[in-house]
């Protein structure tokens, strides 16, 4: 993590998971056999909203924060924590999984950040970007964080808002800078994924209790 501030002057405390999206496009480049991945989607979202109950470390290359480690690497875990077999297990639940697993991680990324800067204020802003057409994982990670969030739906979201910050900056907007353009994304009341989270939180600090290191 690194101290920065923003155009405004204001400290900010910055954090980042750059191997996501490589993460979910090597999954579906070798994980999925020689089915679509629009298909495999598709099935992702007729799943429903429930958690899928298996844990996806979604490391390709180690882990750059919130705990740094450059010899972890994907694993596939029941609730147990133990191993699974990919191959005993239906591929839209696994796909499932490992949308799951990159938006936990997230969220641990946020509780670290929190606990050291304090608590967002809601709702949470998700950019969505390219990956912002992935509705699934979109959807998932509305459910996995433990408050509303709103998706932005500019499909270059950080370039669109630098040149509205420069706009504003130059005096060509009246005003505030306006937001960019999101939806507000559903969830399912309270938080379902805490379960789940404090698993997922066990097993990739390395610590099978729980308990952390």
Known sequence: MSITRTVTG???LLAGSANAGAF???????????????????????LGPEPSGLTVLPYLAGRQ????????DVRLLDED??????KARAIPLLARAMLEGTALH???????????????AGPLRILGGPGGGNRPWMDIKAQVYPMNARLTTASEPVASGAAL?????????PGEAPVLAGVTLSREPGDPYR???????????????????
């Open 165 to 173: 910050l420069a706009a504003s900056r130059a005096g060509r907007l």
């Open 106 to 120: 997230a969220r641990w990324m946020l509780d670290e950040q929190s606990r050291i800067a304090g608590p967002p």
């Open 195 to 213: 379960k789940m989270y404090e698993r997922f939180v066990a097993a990739a600090a390395g610590s099978p209790d729980g308990e952390g290191e």
């Open 24 to 46: 979910v496009r090597w999954w579906f480049a070798h994980r999925i056999g020689a089915r679509d991945t629009a298909d495999v989607l598709a099935e992702i979202a007729e």
């Open 10 to 12: 204001a400290p900010s």
């Open 65 to 72: 924060t919130p705990r740094p480690d450059r010899r972890v």
């Open 81 to 86: 924590g133990r191993e699974v077999d990919a």
